[in-house]
């Protein structure tokens, strides 16, 4: 949440514990699973997505369901410290697509 509110983002923070059934309607799946759900502009954001690449979404507005960076990677926003991993951005659709959106 303060990654995106300090890239300008408006967070509002909703605690349920409906969490599962919401993912599951956005069309998350065990293999995208991240610790942050959120919905941005029309897609659903899953994980420890980067601001930056949350803009390029908004701006180039491909026909997906949204952004997930699986499991919590050493690098990612809010997991800054350590050695750095690369991980992948993947973009998802409600039918169960799959691509690389972007590479960190």
Known sequence: ????????????????????????????????LGCHTAEVGGYTIEGHVPADVIRQLLEEKPD?????????????????????EPYQVIAFDLEGGRSVYAER
């Open 1 to 32: 949440m303060g990654h995106l509110q300090d890239n300008g983002f408006e967070v509002e923070a909703i605690d349920t514990d409906a969490m599962a059934e919401i993912k599951a309607s956005h069309g998350i799946t065990r293999d995208l």
């Open 64 to 84: 997906v369901a949204g952004l997930a960076v699986p499991g919590m990677p050493i690098g990612s926003p809010g997991m800054e410290g350590g050695d750095p």
